[in-house]
């Protein structure tokens, strides 16, 4: 019994370990994405305003 828990003790550390890399890939992923976001939202505010340029009137004499 006892070697049965030395056995699966290594694997409890890696899986620990493999949990927290998971954590810091997740969470360096949620900021890029978050990063995309912004652009986005950056663009779309750009593109909006140039639309409302190309759509108002424009009274040129």
Known sequence: AS??????????DRSYEDEL????????????QLDML????????MLQEE????MSPHFED
């Open 21 to 32: 890399r998971r954590a810091e890939l997740a969470e360096e992923r949620r900021k890029r």
């Open 51 to 54: 639309e409302d340029d190309i």
């Open 3 to 12: 070697l049965k828990r030395t056995a699966q003790k290594p694997s409890k």
């Open 38 to 45: 912004e652009k986005l939202r950056n663009k779309r505010t």
